[in-house]
């Protein structure tokens, strides 16, 4: 195995009004263009999403939307990750909850790993 350094922060801001404090904290950690990376169903029924959404666009970030985020996924990662390769994504940002966090942590470890990402789950690979 080759030599490498990880570093994979995790910041999280749970409760009520913190969909209003995204473009903020994307700005504090020097975020410029976001993935705003979701579920399926329950952020737009809740009123999560519209102030998500809101909050990057009125700290003058660009924002582009990943939707859909089902229950141990998959097809969304290699989707996540090329949207974020030609977009020049630089911060991805999980709303919602485990699958979805897991999902964004995954795209971002994609991102920069220049191999096929799906290396990390075959045995033997890495």
């Not at 913190?18 to 904290?25: P, Y």
């Not at 924002?63 to 911060?91: H, T």
Request: with cysteine; aromatic share 12%.
């Amino acid at each position: 195995m080759d030599n490498f350094t990880f570093f994979a922060p995790l910041y999280f801001a749970f409760g009520k009004g913190s969909q209003k404090k995204i473009g903020s904290l994307v700005r504090r950690f020097g975020g410029t263009k976001v993935l705003l990376h979701y579920g399926s169903g329950s952020v737009k029924q809740n009123g999560v999403y519209d102030a998500a959404v809101q909050s990057p666009r009125e700290s003058g970030l660009t924002s582009i939307e990943l939707g859909g985020v089902q229950p141990n996924p998959r097809s969304s990662l290699d989707q996540g990750i090329g949207v974020c390769r030609a977009k020049n994504i630089d911060f991805v940002l999980a709303i919602g909850g485990g699958s979805v966090i897991n999902s964004a942590k995954a795209i971002a470890a994609g991102v920069v790993y220049e191999g096929d990402f799906w290396d990390f789950s075959r045995k033997g690979k890495l």
